[in-house]
């Protein structure tokens, strides 16, 4: 058998190693195509901030962890991919034949449209050579403008704080994190930030950049002009669908997947960010951009590639936690709760303590926290163990910090 896995991403890597695992004497072959040994782009932030280098980013840290694996890295991009003839074209011409295919192509940046987007002195940090880039110009006592304020946006805030630059942040929404967080959440953490001497500007939209020699000047919709020595653009992402279009398999948000995995076509899976996986809180399928996800799907597409059926991926708990500055917020589930459903809310804004429950009849399916860093386990097991909390639901309305008795008592036999 012929495995190709085309993406070097947690799902990618994690998949190339389960069918090594499980088919020992197939051939099998990752794609990289970015020219850099597979590495975490959640770990870029830390490289900037000092806490690692480039190696500390490595997914794998063992020198030819892939050779001794057995299996075949090849940077090089895959340019095109011919489902009804098993084959793949690299971007220099070269082609080769598969027996089964994962595309686990990620996510790329959203590109906004603002003018002056695209000038020199505005980056991404997605890739390994955008951190490279950002590291040699973000000294201290710069001034920069982080254009989002959302979960990627938020890691790399901490990581230019560090770098001690002057930072003005820009968020569209009402609040930070407004993918994550709800507004009295995510407006305690735009306090936070700012006491720790970040500017932080919500509800505003950047309308243009321009550049006059090497400085830069943001104009916001709110009649802000932001002088800077750098922008950073952290607007979000979406399902990287390129190769996946190409061939013509079904997409929507991301690569249609079954329960196994399995794309309209029969030989190709998708698996990590650009996969529509079935999503464990509505049952539906959605895209999740988070690496457990990512990691699950991975090695769940690998043992269908290997045997088909013999997995089926029963939906991924949609998670963040995240470390702003030294305040750890967190999601899960359906925080936002459902029609019909009960919540509770238990806030300390002095404290920067927040809390947020919400219930679905007496099973508990979602929760924001801040502050509260104690039970995140308890909060993520009680919503994917849909366990009946009976008269802990009550209790839970009228104080929610006893979740951890409650979850006990779902213990009990």
């Not at 990512?294 to 290997?306: K, L, S, W």
Request: aromatic residues 4%; negative net charge; contains cysteine.
């Amino acid at each position: 058998m012929r495995h190709i896995v085309i993406g070097s991403g947690p799902a990618g890597v994690v998949a190339a190693e389960t069918l090594r695992a499980l088919d020992p004497a197939s051939s099998v072959t990752l794609f990289g195509g970015e020219g850099e040994v597979p590495y975490s782009r959640m770990a870029l932030p830390y490289m900037l901030e000092g806490r690692i280098d480039e190696t500390g980013t490595h997914l794998r840290k063992t020198a030819d962890h892939f050779g001794q694996q057995g299996i075949q890295l090849i940077n090089s991009r895959v340019s095109a991919i011919d489902a009804a003839s098993s084959i793949v074209t690299l971007s220099d011409g070269r082609t080769q034949e598969f027996d089964r295919l994962l595309l686990a192509t990620g996510s790329r940046p959203l590109q906004p449209p603002i003018t002056g987007i695209d000038l020199p002195g505005v980056h991404t940090c997605w890739t390994l050579a955008d951190a490279r880039g950002i590291a040699e110009q973000a000294e201290a006592g710069c001034s920069i403008v982080l254009i989002g304020a959302g979960f990627i946006g938020s890691i790399i805030l901490e990581s230019l704080v560090a770098r001690g630059v002057h930072l003005t942040v820009i968020e569209t929404g009402d609040r930070m994190v407004p993918r994550m967080l709800d507004p009295q959440c995510g407006n305690m953490l735009k306090t936070w930030c700012q006491k720790k001497g970040v500017t932080v500007l919500t509800s505003t939209q950047v309308e243009s950049i321009e550049q006059r020699g090497s400085a830069l000047t943001v104009h916001t919709d709110q009649g802000h002009a932001i002088s800077a020595h750098l922008v950073i653009s952290a607007t979000g992402v979406v399902a990287d669908l390129e190769l996946a279009t190409g061939c013509g398999l079904d997409t929507d948000l991301g690569i249609l997947v079954d329960s196994c995995m399995q794309t309209s076509a029969r030989s190709l899976y998708a698996a990590g960010d650009v996969a529509q996986g079935r999503d464990f809180s509505t049952g539906g399928y959605s895209v999740q951009a988070i690496q457990p996800t990512a990691v699950d799907h991975g090695r769940i597409a690998a043992n269908n590639m290997v045997s088909s059926g013999s997995i089926h991926h029963h939906g991924s708990l949609n998670m963040n936690i995240l470390d702003t500055l030294g305040l750890i917020s967190a999601s899960f589930g359906l925080w936002q709760g459902v029609d019909g459903g009960e919540s509770v809310t238990l806030v300390d804004e002095e404290g920067f303590r927040y809390i947020n429950l919400q219930f679905e009849d007496d099973v508990l399916i979602g929760a924001n926290t801040l502050g509260h860093i104690e039970h995140l386990g308890v909060l993520r097991g009680l919503i994917q163990s849909r366990s009946q909390l009976g008269v802990w639901k009550q209790r839970l309305l009228v104080d929610p910090t006893t979740i951890m008795l409650a979850y006990l008592s779902t213990l009990v036999l």
